[in-house]
């Protein structure tokens, strides 16, 4: 069992003690932390974090840049382990421990069709021992996918399903055949004909009538495997109550503010994307989440299409004075963690596992990750210098 003393950091300690940030050491042994405070003998390695902060491992629910890596290009499609490889060395250089990949099973071929959330699944289950990040299904459900019904509830009976999303693109789809820029982008990730995908989403729409007992049959099979739900673009608080009274709990991406309201309401999670904090607001143009967070309105930031934009996220709120920077990291640790049902992580406390950031922040709105501990493995390091194996000389600080 290997051990580790990260000393000399300005540490995010946990909700016990006030999240507060404060000049301390942790020390970590096998996967877990086991202290706080550094009068806690020698270690067989140590990380000298002068200078640095010392942050909870980043937890995020939803991420489908993973998709870029699989298919970087419309109608290129590289191999999905390679693709799963490259995704890990992203998440983790960009302080993301835990991975929820959000892929899309929709009616459609290509991209997001049966055959590759099949694929994507055997890959993430048979590479998980060999990704540095804990890296979990987040499947994405296109509820006018009716024919996955069955498999779906297989799947989430065989406990094979992190996170389950219901998501109802069809409207915008539909919308988007008008739209000659977005329907090309859409029939080259099917590999379809402009004529052939036509009569799909004809065939699809048409099915519309047997849409709710399926969601509500899906949601039951959930229920039943004890798997969290978020419903997707909730568009209205009659929606997201219809979803609540069915056990979806986490509203993802509510278009509207009277949705947040209604989810805060009634005390569900409200996920929003970090990149939208990143840009100053949405590429859609719907809610701006800073606003969100700062009329309380939001509990979680997920990195959505983009991976660097958890951490640069919670540093822009704290910079623009939205949070201070002990809470906008909630947004992208403990709380996600809390919604997930992951009890484990997403705080620096003993006890917790061992997913840890040391991130200099010297340049303002420009975080870097020097070095990234997940379950108790150093897994990415930038400065080498920094690791030592004996004790670091410096005075004691008092145990948290």
């Known amino acids: 069992m290997s051990d580790m003393l990260i000393e000399g950091g300005r540490v995010l ?11 301390t050491s942790l020390q970590i042994v096998g996967r877990d932390i086991i202290a706080a405070g550094s009068d806690h003998g020698r270690s067989s390695l140590g990380i000298d974090a002068d200078g640095l902060l010392v942050l909870p491992g980043i937890v995020d629910l939803h991420g489908d840049a993973f998709e870029r890596q699989m298919m970087p290009r419309p109608g290129v499609d590289f191999p999905i382990d390679v693709a799963l490889v490259d995704s890990d060395r992203q998440a983790i250089s960009n302080g993301i421990t835990t991975v929820y990949h959000a892929t899309t099973w929709s009616w459609e071929p290509g991209l997001r069709s049966g055959d590759n959330a099949r694929c994507l699944l055997e890959a993430i289950e048979a590479m998980r021992p060999q990704l540095a990040a804990d890296t979990r299904f987040h499947l994405r459900h296109e509820t006018y996918n009716l024919d996955a019904e069955t498999e779906i509830v297989d799947w989430l009976s065989e406990g094979r399903i992190d996170l389950f999303a219901f998501n ?26 402009g004529d052939a995908f036509d ?13 709710p007992a399926s969601i509500a049959r899906l949601a039951q099979a959930a229920r039943e495997a004890n798997v969290r739900m978020l419903s997707h ?7 997201r109550r219809a979803f609540r009274s069915q056990g979806v709990n986490i509203a993802e991406f509510p278009v ?26 949405s590429h859609t143009g719907w809610t ?38 002990a809470q906008a990291w909630q947004l992208i ?46 897994v990415h390091l930038t400065e080498a210098n920094r690791l030592v194996h ?9 145990a948290a």
Not at 179 to 186: A, L
Not at 233 to 238: L, W
């Open 13 to 23: 300690l946990g909700q016990e003690i006030g999240n507060e940030i404060t000049d």
């Open 199 to 211: 009569r799909l989403v004809e065939s699809v729409v048409a099915r519309a009538h047997d849409v």
């Open 390 to 398: 004996a004790p670091i000389a410096r005075k004691a600080v008092a």
């Open 233 to 239: 673009d909730d568009d209205s608080p009659e929606i």
């Open 288 to 325: 701006k989440a800073s606003d969100m967070i700062a009329k309380g309105l939001c509990s979680v930031l997920a990195s959505d299409y983009y991976y660097p934009a958890p951490l640069l996220a919670a540093f822009r709120l704290a910079a623009d004075g939205v949070l201070p920077l």
């Open 256 to 281: 509207n503010e009277a949705t947040a309201r209604e989810a805060a309401s009634a005390g569900d999670f409200i996920v929003f994307g970090a990149p939208n904090v990143v840009r100053g607001g």
């Open 333 to 378: 640790s403990s709380a996600p963690a809390r919604a997930a049902g992951l009890t484990d992580r997403g705080t620096l406390t003993a006890g917790a596992r061992a997913d840890i950031l040391l991130v200099d922040d010297t340049l303002p709105l420009r975080p870097r990750i020097v070095a990234v501990i997940a379950a108790g493995r150093l």
């Open 168 to 193: 109802d693109h069809m409207d915008s789809t539909v919308a988007s055949l008008a739209k000659p820029q977005k329907r090309s982008r859409m029939v080259e990730r099917t590999g379809l004909s």
